[in-house]
């Protein structure tokens, strides 16, 4: 088969303008759609006990909708021509959805860290989502237009430049590149600012296992028992009525009959014949203690989930999260190639996407043909947080964003010199995505001020965290 060029793989990026101009990603595109018929169509299958508790984690900001709604985005998304430049791509890029991790090798690094949306699509739509997001973010905090949009260019600059760097560098340098805690630190602005991320980078060294186990378990001299912390961790027994509240009937008798144990047996041994044999000896030394279903999250609410707390010989824990796995809305509108497993999809985009992947990534099949994935609980070390972010700190988390993105494409699809070609060396395609992320983020608005008056009339129903905690009680 005949490689292509550099010059040649160039020229197609430069041909995909023709296809679609860059300044026409300015436009949101024909956003004629009831935004309430998406969200009741990404609700449909899950938990419906839970659905309230969703929407009212939706309710609480803009942005929280913003988070909650991937599908009414993915919708708009495809409503305009893309490049048609696609690749796998994360599928729901927005702000929240970065973060620091620690690499098989404990390393700290700045990456994507939810992965529930990945499918093959255009390169564009994550951009959008994250300046969409930038955008609704910086009017939460009350920060100026101009400032937004200053945020969004940085971004999208920073993944520009970067994406340049990495059209410029071989496979394997790709495949290894990581932005650790050091680089973080490079590219703050001040030495205080520098100085808060080596703060961050001790505080996140904490966050191990162990130090997770002495909060959420107790040890009664035979085995560990994860604390019931309703909604976010409850046990379901076999006597709960809860059983017919959260699961379909057929689940619910499951969990009832007995057969809950034999049942997460069929699962774990599917889970582990996803996984390499190197990584199937590593986990075959931890031993099972006890399993908690669990709820996260704003989107994810109402997806099945299950927490897994696991010891090893010298009593060292691990803790593992199986998550329901669902299609992506991406590929529902952007009709990306069959998949023939959820989980095994989510797995594999974020091998691909993140830089150093959790080893106990992996997938299996649970009740009535449901799809789930495996990872490790709690493996995200650093997560942002709005309310301490000033806009000159929220500037420089929107370069390490932009930078993480074009780092993911750029390893996940081998086609940095073709997206950075489309680009170009100017500020066209920021400047045009300035515009989109404040017309979209005026969408957003309306789209949750709907959202709210359906909630107001009833149409929707909300309930709080404490209000679901209550049903344990009661």
Not at 196 to 203: D, G, I, K, T, Y
Not at 205 to 213: F, G, I, V, W
Not at 375 to 385: G, I, M, T, V
Request: proline share 3%; net charge neutral; glycine share 8%.
């Amino acid at each position: 088969m005949k490689t292509s060029t550099i010059a040649e793989r160039e020229a197609r990026g430069r041909a995909a303008r023709e296809h679609s101009k860059r300044s026409s990603h300015r436009a949101p595109g024909d956003l004629q759609r009831d935004p309430l018929d998406l969200l009741k169509q990404s609700s449909a299958g899950r938990i419906d006990h839970l659905l309230p508790l969703r929407y009212g984690r939706m309710a609480a900001s803009p942005l929280a909708f913003l988070r909650g709604s991937a599908i009414v985005h993915a919708h708009d998304l495809s409503k305009v021509r893309d490049t048609g430049l696609s690749m796998p791509v994360c599928g729901d890029a927005h702000l929240m959805n970065f973060g620091g991790f620690a690499t098989p090798e404990r390393q700290l690094v700045f990456d994507l860290h939810d992965f529930d949306e990945v499918s093959i699509g255009p390169f564009e739509w994550d951009l959008k989502r994250l300046s969409a997001s930038l955008v609704v973010a910086a009017r939460q905090m009350r920060l100026s237009r101009g400032t937004a949009e200053n945020l969004v260019t940085s971004a999208v600059n920073s993944y520009r430049d970067r994406i340049a760097h990495y059209a410029q560098r071989g496979a394997l340098e790709l495949w290894y590149d990581r932005i650790t805690f050091d680089h973080m630190a490079e590219i703050a602005l001040t030495p205080e600012r520098r100085r808060a991320v080596r703060r961050a980078l001790e505080r996140a060294a904490s966050r191990t296992h162990e130090s997770l186990l002495e909060k959420a378990a107790a040890f009664d001299g035979g085995r560990w028992t994860l604390h019931d912390a309703p909604p976010a961790l409850f046990h379901l027994r076999s006597a709960d009525k809860l059983a017919d509240k959260l699961f379909a009937p057929a689940e619910a008798d499951t969990f009832r009959s007995g057969n809950g144990d034999k049942l997460i047996q069929q699962m774990w041994a599917d889970y582990r014949q996803s996984m390499s044999s190197e990584r199937r000896e590593l986990l075959d030394h931890f031993t099972l203690q006890d399993i908690a279903f669990s709820v996260a999250g704003v989107g994810s609410v109402g997806l099945r989930c299950m927490a897994v707390l696991l010891v090893d010989h010298m009593g060292k824990p691990l803790f593992l999260q199986l998550k329901e796995a669902r299609p992506s809305v991406v590929g529902q509108f952007h009709h990306a190639p069959a998949v023939r497993h959820e989980g095994e999809r989510i797995v594999y985009g974020q091998r691909m996407l993140q830089a150093a992947s959790d080893v106990f990534l992996g997938w299996t099949s649970g009740p009535l043909g449901r799809h789930f994935y495996v990872r490790q609980l709690r493996e995200l070390k650093l997560s942002p947080n709005l309310e301490l972010f000033d806009s000159d700190v929220l500037d420089g988390y929107a370069r390490l964003c932009g930078w993480s993105l074009a780092r993911a494409h750029a390893k996940a699809s081998g086609q940095a010199i073709e997206v950075s070609a489309y680009i170009g060396r100017g500020d066209q395609f920021a400047e045009a995505l300035s515009g989109y992320a404040v017309s979209y983020a005026d969408q957003v608005e309306r789209d949750y001020d709907t959202f709210i008056k359906a909630v107001r009339s009833g149409e929707l129903q909300t309930r709080t965290d404490d209000d679901i905690a209550a049903d344990f009680s009661g």
